[in-house]
């Protein structure tokens, strides 16, 4: 079958590298001519070294080439660029395939999920009712390009996550099916955030327990929020929840911990974006964790911490001491 990936970064290019095997025609769509044909005579990708993509793994900037006749569309670009990507493509589609979400983030100024900023575009382009999944997960590109084995959540109706799960049968990915389409992407999202807040107590020289009280905590600010929103409980322990914050804020290939570290060390977080020199989403998935806490009445003092020392520029350690002097209280 073919499957139409959207978007020619380490995500897309990752994806693409694991699927190859299976035998579909995979086409890669890149917004950039010159990227697609540089990608496709070099079969390499910049943030990829020592990535060789395989031969059948076709990449163009024609939308429709991309798209005509798709079972599976995976949407992986940027997620401030996934209604415009999207928009895009809707009035070229044919038949009814399966939309992927392969990006984390929340938009910012409608507070949608993903998927729900795709589905919103597809009915403006008269598509009701389209199948809607997301994948979701500890999931880096650097280690996905070179078939190491990764556990992912195919999330969406029971019937569609399934079609996804059996997609990825026998690649390095093994999929799990969920249905809780909003909990799975919530995490996606909110979890960049708080990874930022493990890179920045990195940087300043903290040290393990400081790490593993973050995350948890973290993951429980996420799971509180969650709750409000009505995500199911169970996915906040699953892959998608403390699965993919664990790996996101410990990995060397996430670029969320790396900023953090960069701007806990003493740069600007200008100076940190740029020194990463790709998509920090935990950035991009900011004013929306902020906005989601404020909606819902949430209190979220590890996103409230990192949105002082992004939009205030407050001293991260006094932030961090502001933090150890909060009011004692139960865990639970």
């Known amino acids: 079958m073919k499957i139409a990936v959207l978007g020619a970064g380490t995500w897309a290019i ?11 025609e995979i086409v890669v769509w890149s917004k950039f001519p010159e990227e697609a044909t ?5 079969r390499t990708a910049r943030n990829l070294p020592g990535v060789r ?11 429709m080439a991309a798209v005509e006749n798709a079972r599976f569309i995976l949407a992986a670009v940027p ?3 996934m209604r415009e990507t999207v928009r895009l493509f809707a009035p070229l589609i044919q ?26 575009e597809l009915a403006g382009a008269g598509i009701l009712h389209p199948h809607l999944t997301a994948i979701s997960g500890p999931t880096h ?18 019937d569609d996550a399934t079609s996804v799960q059996n997609l990825f049968e026998g690649t390095c990915i093994r999929p799990y099916t969920n249905d809780d389409l909003r909990g799975v992407q919530i995490c996606g999202a909110l979890k960049n955030v708080e990874a930022l807040a493990v890179g920045i107590a990195t940087g300043l020289g903290y040290g393990d327990n400081t790490r593993a009280a973050l995350i948890t905590r973290g993951m429980e600010e996420i799971r ?23 790996v996101t804020a410990t990995s060397r290939h996430s670029r969320n911990n790396r900023c953090g570290m960069l701007i806990g060390g003493g740069k600007t977080v200008e100076e940190a974006v740029r020194e990463i020199g790709m998509v920090v989403e935990g950035m991009n998935a900011l004013p929306a964790a902020v906005a989601l806490c404020r909606k819902y009445g949430m209190e979220m003092p590890i996103i409230e911490s990192v949105r002082q020392v992004v939009e205030e520029h407050a001293d991260p350690a006094e932030i961090v001491r502001d933090l150890m002097g909060r009011r004692l209280k139960k865990e639970s």
Do not use: Y
């Open 14 to 24: 990752a994806l693409s590298c694991a699927l190859s095997p299976r035998g579909h």
């Open 38 to 42: 540089a990608i496709r005579e070099s």
């Open 53 to 63: 993509i395989p031969s059948q793994v076709e990449f163009t900037s024609d939308p």
């Open 79 to 81: 997620s401030v660029h």
């Open 95 to 120: 038949g009814n395939p399966i939309w992927v979400n392969a990006a984390k983030g929340i938009e910012g100024n409608t507070l949608m999920t993903l998927t729900e900023v795709m589905e919103s």
């Open 141 to 158: 590109a650097e280690e996905v390009a070179r078939n190491q084995p990764t556990l992912i959540v195919a999330a969406g109706h029971r």
């Open 224 to 246: 509180r929020l969650g709750l409000e929103m009505g995500c199911q409980e169970r996915t906040f322990f699953g892959l998608a929840g403390i699965g993919d914050l664990i």
